[in-house]
């Protein structure tokens, strides 16, 4: 279960993390095609009460990071959501992928059934196994973001498919 619990989570974010940092090198080389004003696409959202382009990508790296490091029974890493630039998230991008590639599959020993207790509202609180929390709330949160991400990007015009989502596999 050990080999499961980090297959499962670790390559899979990092895959992910490395798709979402090419569609923002094509977003960017779409901007600057364009004439487009780069604030322009990272302030884009599909709904006004929806994250922006920005904020998708630090969540996206945020619950790539934090879902990984509880179940590796390590301290969740702080990265505060200073990012202003495609040059800024690309970087946060870097960080979460090498937090992750720090990772080894014996921390996630006892992932499955460590308990993980998240607070995502107040007063709220739940209580996850490992295993629940990657398959039933990491892994959606954070592929939710990714694919907000890629879906403001191709609906703001930027030439990305199935294959630029996937990144490399």
Same mark, same amino acid.
């Given at each position: 279960?050990?080999?499961?619990?980090?297959?499962?989570?670790?390559?899979?974010?990092?895959?992910?993390?490395?798709? =979402?940092?090419?569609?923002?090198?094509?977003?960017?080389?779409?901007?600057?095609?364009?004439?487009?004003?780069? &604030?322009?696409?990272?302030?884009?959202?599909?709904?006004? #009460?929806?994250?922006?382009?920005?904020?998708?990508?630090?969540?996206?790296? #945020?619950? &790539?990071?934090?879902?990984?490091?509880?179940?590796?029974?390590?301290?969740?890493?702080?990265?505060?959501?200073?990012?202003?630039?495609? &040059?800024? =998230?690309?970087?946060?991008?870097?960080? /979460?992928? &090498?937090?992750?590639?720090?990772?080894?599959?014996?921390?996630?020993?006892?992932?499955?059934?460590?308990?993980?207790? /998240?607070?995502?509202? /107040?007063?709220?609180?739940?209580?996850?196994?490992?295993? #629940?929390? =990657? =398959?039933?709330?990491?892994?959606?949160?954070?592929?939710?973001?990714?694919? /907000?991400?890629?879906?403001?990007?191709?609906?703001?015009?930027?030439?990305?498919?199935?294959? #630029?989502?996937?990144?490399?596999?």
């Amino acid at each position: 279960m050990t080999e499961l619990m980090y297959s499962s989570a670790v390559p899979i974010f990092k895959q992910m993390l490395g798709g =979402l940092d090419d569609v923002l090198a094509k977003a960017e080389a779409h901007a600057a095609a364009r004439n487009i004003e780069p &604030a322009a696409l990272l302030q884009a959202r599909l709904y006004p #009460d929806m994250f922006t382009l920005l904020r998708q990508v630090q969540v996206a790296c #945020d619950f &790539a990071a934090s879902v990984s490091a509880r179940l590796a029974g390590v301290e969740v890493p702080v990265f505060e959501a200073s990012e202003q630039g495609f &040059a800024d =998230l690309h970087e946060r991008i870097a960080r /979460t992928r &090498a937090f992750l590639a720090a990772l080894t599959p014996e921390q996630f020993a006892a992932a499955a059934s460590r308990e993980i207790i /998240t607070r995502p509202g /107040t007063p709220k609180e739940r209580r996850f196994s490992g295993q #629940d929390y =990657l =398959l039933h709330y990491g892994l959606p949160q954070f592929f939710f973001h990714v694919t /907000t991400a890629y879906g403001i990007l191709r609906h703001s015009g930027v030439e990305v498919g199935k294959k #630029d989502y996937m990144g490399a596999y």
